[in-house]
């Protein structure tokens, strides 16, 4: 069974720019969140989505969004880079529902900006 | 979700048990633990949740006070490969995913 895949796994972007980051949920799983973890704060939680509707939101200025598509698949998106925003962001699935007891989390993507 | 308080670091001789403790005093009946684990630039790992009797699995037992206002992860025979920071998490069963890792313990496993 597939674990969580999130691409690319680098990246350097130049303040100003967005980005987007993909990732893909285990097969059969519907709940995806993301984080974000820097040095300073530690892994912060940015979003929840479960069946294409986000679930819960973390505390993040409205630059950060997220998006999932009927296949499960998730993608967020980061516009107007700051230098602030260079951290590894990571994304975990869930099955969702009653019976999810754990996330499976990815890699991550290590997104740096200059 | 109650808050959780973990020692900042542990050290533990390789093949000795680890025993990381954590403190939710505030957690509420419905509410699970979680441990979690993340080594170096990898993903957070599962490793075990409970929500008042002892658990074991083939990682880790968990050990929950009677008041539940504290656990012990116990690592039985610990290796070089446990190093790690270790997060005691709790959350509302089946609830959504907005994990509250806070600083975790940094665990140092040593020949």
């Known amino acids: 069974k597939a674990g969580v895949t999130q691409t690319p796994r680098y990246l350097i972007k130049t303040r100003g720019q967005q980005v987007t980051l993909s990732c893909s949920p285990i097969?059969?799983?519907?709940?995806v969140s993301w984080y974000q973890q820097t040095p300073g704060q530690g892994l912060q939680f940015l979003f929840e989505y479960f069946s294409e509707t986000q679930r819960n939101k973390g505390n993040f200025p409205g630059r950060f969004s997220g998006r999932q598509f009927s296949n499960s698949r998730s993608e967020m998106n980061v516009s107007t880079l700051e230098l602030g925003d260079s951290a590894l962001y990571l994304c975990?699935?869930?099955?969702?529902?009653?019976?999810?007891?754990?996330?499976?989390f990815g890699q991550g993507t290590r997104l740096t900006v200059v | 979700d109650a808050k959780t308080t973990q020692p900042t670091s542990m050290d533990c001789a390789e093949g000795r048990a680890a025993n990381l403790p954590c403190n939710h005093s505030t957690i509420s009946g419905n509410e699970y633990v979680y441990w979690y684990r993340q080594i170096h630039s990898q993903g957070p790992q599962y490793i075990i949740h409970g929500l008042k009797n002892n658990e074991t699995n083939e990682m880790a037992s968990l050990i929950i006070t009677e008041d539940r206002k504290s656990s012990t992860l116990i690592l039985p025979h610990a290796t070089l490969r446990d190093t790690a920071v270790y997060y005691c998490?709790?959350?509302?069963?089946?609830?959504?995913?907005?994990?509250?890792f806070g600083k975790g313990t940094s665990l140092l496993v040593t020949p």
């Open positions: 975990a699935s869930s099955p969702g529902g009653a019976g999810g007891t754990e996330a499976f």
């Open positions: 998490i709790v959350r509302v069963e089946n609830s959504g995913y907005a994990l509250n």
């Open positions: 097969s059969g799983h519907r709940s």
